[in-house]
Each structure stands twice: as C-alpha cells, then as structure tokens.
C-alpha cells in the first residue's frame, strides 16, 4: 500500500500478458518517480513479470472478448472496489474495453484522475459499413462523455484515433506516443541474408484481421509472376478473439512458398532470417508493436495504409505503403524490393533511424507517459 504523502497510480488492463508485452516500462517508471503502482488485470502466467517492476499485481476476472453488458457490469462493479481499496489517485485505462470499463469503475469509486491510453479500436475501427460507423459514434459519445472528467487525460498512438474521438493532437489533454515503445538496445540490425528469395516474416496473431490471408495470397500472385518470394509466418490464433484464424486454414496455407510457423519465443530470428517484414493490416490497431520490433531489426516493412500503421512507415522510405484488402498491390510491392537489394538495404536502415529518433523508443514513451502522470498528479 502507499506509504505517507505517496500517490497511487493504478493501471487497468484486461489481460496480463498485454501488460506484460507491452507495458512494463511505464510501471517501472510510475515506480521509479516515486509512486506505489498497481496493475489490475486478468492474471494467467505473468504475475512475476509484472511484480518484479516493483507493482502490486490485483487479480480481476473479466473477459474481453464478452459482449455481455451483464458480464462488463459485474466486473465494473468488482473494479470499483477494488480501485477504492487501493485508495487510487490516478486510473490509468490501457486498450478500448480497459477503458469502458475502468472508465465506469473510476466514477462509481469517485476518482477523477484519468488516463485513457487507447490502444487502436480492434473491429470496431477495422469495419467500414454503417455498424462500424455507428460504434465508433456510440464510443465517441461514452467516452467523451459520461466518462469523461475536467481531469482525464489522452493517450494515443497514431493521431487518426485522436481525431475519432473528436480531440486535437496538439491539446494539452492529449499526448500521442511511439506505440508501446521499443528498446532499440534488445532489438538490433542482423545482417540481411543474401537474395534470391526474398524473405518476408510476418509476425502476428493469426487473425483475419491482421491481413493474413491478403499476404498469402500477395504470395502466391508474386510467385505465378516468377518473382522469388517466401512468406514464413510466425504467431497463433488467439483462442480469446472472435477473428482467430482457424489452425486447420493455417496448415493448408503452408504451401507454394507460404510457411506456417506456429507462435514463436525468438521473434528477433524470425526476423533475421528475413529481409522484410509484412503487416498487411485492416485497419483498428494503434501502433503495432510487431513493426516496431521490426523497424528497430532495420527490416524493410510492408504494411496497409491504415491507422497505426501509415504512423510508422512512410511509403517509400521505410517501406511499402499499400491499400488494405488489396494482395495484388502487395504482390507489386514484394516484386520491387525483391528486385532492388540496395533499396531493400536502404529501408531497412531508415526504419532503424525512425525508431531512434521519431520518438518510437521505449524511454521517449515511458517520459511522456510519466510526464502526464505528473501533470495530474501534482
């Protein structure tokens, strides 16, 4: 518990492993400034990782695949007493259903510090037709309003999401930030094996949504062209997502050049095996942190011009930007890098320069996260 005159930061996340691939530099830092921090999430199997940050770890049971208002109810409710527990200061909301329901439980404890750290919109942000317009209008109008505190603050990653919610970049209220950050020191430059082939890693969750099938099929395209291309894919379906990829399509994609990995511990390898790195995103993500492992790798990256995405890689200079949903531009893309070595070369090291000094890096997002905690704090 916080010690005399000490505030407390509590950061709510639904799932553990979120926190714990993405976060732990900004517990370590709310820690390092002096504060008692807690993170409140779903505990599986990363209670040590994010304890051994100097956090309090508090279990909370919620689902964040459930659509069940009685379910986000319930878990609102146990978030609450959990928050006025803590004695929490500050309420520091990570991802869209973190800060639904966090949001909630903030008001209902009566705590009016709040960080809304929105980290890309999923579906919701992905779809297109007039259900997806009317979510985003229905979570911009929650958000904005019942949830929102003359004290709450803004967290993003790519300014498009900003925009959604009807708020300016350049508002005191808002800070947008390099993603989750990377630390350019544990991702670094291997050398780029030889061509031919190219080597394209795709590094993800095997979700429809990621694009997957728009890279295989780019793939397969490329190679009835007789370019010299292969695809290795690296990541499972995610057993907790509605748009998990099912194993059975994965394995019979694994074929004519397209090679099915399975989830992988060693993501710099799969990136050193390859040349090139390939996102080909339909839309609802922040920042993706797999370009951002991928950039700090100095590959060169092929991804969709979609939020989040189109915030990292600049067409033509650390990359390929394409349309989403379109395998044949995808297809021409993998043809020009693979017949270009030196431009190849040439992203690869620039993606390198973006993460270093675009403010992509773990220490540049940990300050300005600590920055706003401080701000509200004071």
Same mark, same amino acid.
């Given at each position: 518990?916080?010690? &005399?005159?000490?505030?407390?930061?509590?950061?709510?996340?639904?799932?553990?492993?979120?926190?714990?691939?993405?976060?732990?530099? @900004?517990?370590?830092? %709310?820690? %390092?400034? !002096?504060?008692?921090?807690?993170?409140?999430?779903?505990?599986?199997?990363?209670?040590?990782?994010? %304890?051994?940050?100097?956090? #309090?770890? /508090?279990?909370?049971?919620?689902? #964040?695949?459930? @659509?069940?208002?009685?379910?986000?109810? *319930?878990?609102?409710?146990?978030?609450?007493?959990?928050?006025?527990?803590?004695?929490?200061?500050? /309420?520091?909301?990570?991802?869209? #259903?973190?800060?639904?329901?966090? !949001?909630?439980? =903030?008001?209902?404890?009566?705590? &009016?510090?709040?960080? *809304?750290?929105?980290t890309g919109l999923g579906l919701v942000g992905a779809r297109q037709d007039r259900?997806?317009?009317?979510?985003?209008?229905?979570?911009?109008?929650?958000?904005?309003?019942?949830?929102?505190?003359?004290?709450?603050? *803004?967290?993003?990653?790519?300014?498009?999401?900003?925009?959604?919610?009807?708020?300016?970049?350049?508002?005191?209220? /808002?800070? /947008?930030?390099?993603?989750?950050?990377?630390?350019?020191?544990?991702?670094?430059?291997?050398?780029?094996?030889?061509?031919?082939?190219?080597?394209?890693?795709?590094?993800?969750?095997?979700?429809?949504?990621?694009?997957?099938?728009?890279?295989?099929?780019?793939?397969?395209? =490329?190679?009835?062209?007789?370019? %010299?291309?292969?695809?290795?894919?690296?990541?499972? &379906?995610?057993?907790?997502?509605?748009?998990?990829?099912?194993?059975?399509?994965?394995?019979?994609?694994?074929?004519?050049?397209?090679?099915?990995?399975?989830?992988?511990?060693?993501?710099?390898?799969?990136?050193?095996?390859?040349?090139? =790195?390939? @996102? &080909?995103?339909?839309?609802?993500?922040?920042?993706?942190?797999? @370009?951002?492992?991928?950039?700090?790798?100095?590959?060169?990256?092929?991804?969709?011009?979609?939020?989040?995405?189109?915030?990292?890689?600049r067409d033509g200079v650390e990359g390929r930007v394409v349309p989403p949903d379109d395998p044949a531009a995808l297809a021409r893309?993998?043809?020009?890098?693979?017949?270009?070595? +030196?431009?190849?070369?040439?992203?690869?090291?620039?993606? #390198?320069?973006?993460?270093?000094?675009?403010?992509?890096?773990?220490?540049?997002?940990?300050?300005?996260? +600590?920055?706003?905690?401080?701000?509200?704090? +004071?």
């Amino acid at each position: 518990m916080a010690q &005399p005159g000490q505030k407390t930061i509590a950061f709510v996340v639904t799932e553990d492993w979120f926190f714990a691939s993405h976060f732990l530099p @900004l517990a370590r830092a %709310a820690v %390092a400034a !002096g504060h008692s921090v807690a993170v409140v999430t779903r505990v599986r199997a990363h209670r040590e990782a994010i %304890a051994a940050t100097g956090a #309090r770890v /508090v279990a909370l049971e919620a689902e #964040r695949s459930s @659509l069940n208002p009685m379910s986000a109810g *319930y878990a609102t409710g146990q978030l609450a007493a959990i928050l006025k527990a803590l004695r929490a200061d500050l /309420v520091h909301c990570i991802a869209l #259903r973190g800060i639904l329901v966090g !949001g909630a439980a =903030a008001v209902l404890a009566g705590i &009016p510090r709040r960080v *809304y750290a929105l980290t890309g919109l999923g579906l919701v942000g992905a779809r297109q037709d007039r259900t997806g317009r009317l979510a985003r209008a229905g979570l911009r109008r929650l958000i904005r309003g019942p949830l929102e505190t003359a004290q709450t603050r *803004y967290l993003f990653e790519n300014p498009d999401d900003a925009a959604l919610l009807g708020l300016d970049p350049s508002e005191t209220r /808002v800070a /947008v930030v390099g993603g989750a950050g990377i630390d350019p020191a544990a991702w670094v430059p291997a050398p780029l094996p030889p061509l031919p082939p190219l080597r394209i890693a795709l590094v993800a969750r095997m979700l429809w949504s990621k694009g997957i099938d728009t890279a295989v099929e780019a793939v397969r395209l =490329a190679r009835a062209d007789g370019v %010299a291309v292969e695809l290795a894919l690296h990541g499972a &379906p995610d057993p907790s997502n509605r748009r998990a990829i099912p194993e059975a399509t994965l394995r019979d994609w694994s074929r004519d050049g397209v090679t099915w990995h399975g989830a992988t511990a060693d993501v710099a390898g799969a990136l050193a095996a390859a040349q090139a =790195a390939c @996102l &080909p995103s339909r839309g609802g993500e922040g920042l993706p942190r797999a @370009l951002l492992e991928a950039a700090a790798c100095g590959r060169a990256i092929l991804t969709t011009d979609v939020p989040g995405c189109r915030a990292l890689v600049r067409d033509g200079v650390e990359g390929r930007v394409v349309p989403p949903d379109d395998p044949a531009a995808l297809a021409r893309a993998m043809a020009d890098l693979a017949a270009d070595p +030196a431009r190849l070369a040439a992203m690869g090291a620039a993606a #390198r320069r973006r993460i270093l000094e675009g403010g992509f890096t773990e220490a540049a997002v940990a300050a300005a996260v +600590a920055r706003l905690h401080a701000e509200l704090l +004071a």
